[in-house]
Nanobody, 116 residues
Framework: QVQVVESGGDLVQHGGSLTLSCVTS????????MTWVRQAPGKGLEWVSV????????EYADSVKGRFTISRDNAKNTLYLQMNSLRPEDTGIYYC?????????WGQGTQVTVYS
């Protein structure tokens, strides 16, 4: 059974930074692409970023490009999301998703709140 656990969410001021982490177990982490998805209050899911198994191919949503950095440590089965220059519109629950393009395994999410 795959377990996905996010951490690092917090209350942060506009312009601040946060780093989210995601640890998986029971998955083929080192051979799967990993994805971050977020959900703002009262809105649907928004894809944020994806990284391939080797960390070579990376993509970002336009809304976070230039501010967020996704990375991974396959030796630690850990995915990261470094978030800089945070804005109130970045507020939401951030989910780590394992399972490559199937997006099959989701964590419980970690709350990020950005205040003005």
């Amino acid at each position: 059974q795959v377990q996905v656990v996010e951490s690092g969410g917090d209350l942060v001021q506009h312009g601040g930074s946060l780093t989210l982490s995601c640890v998986t177990s029971g998955s083929t982490f080192s051979t799967d692409a990993m994805t971050w998805v977020r959900q703002a209050p009262g809105k649907g899911l928004e894809w944020v970023s994806v990284i391939d198994d080797s960390g070579t191919l990376i993509e970002y949503a336009d809304s976070v490009k230039g501010r967020f950095t996704i990375s991974r440590d396959n030796a630690k089965n850990t995915l990261y999301l470094q978030m800089n220059s945070l804005r109130p519109e970045d507020t939401g629950i951030y989910y780590c998703v394992a399972g490559g393009s199937n997006l099959s395994d989701w964590g419980q999410g970690t709350q990020v709140t950005v205040y003005s």
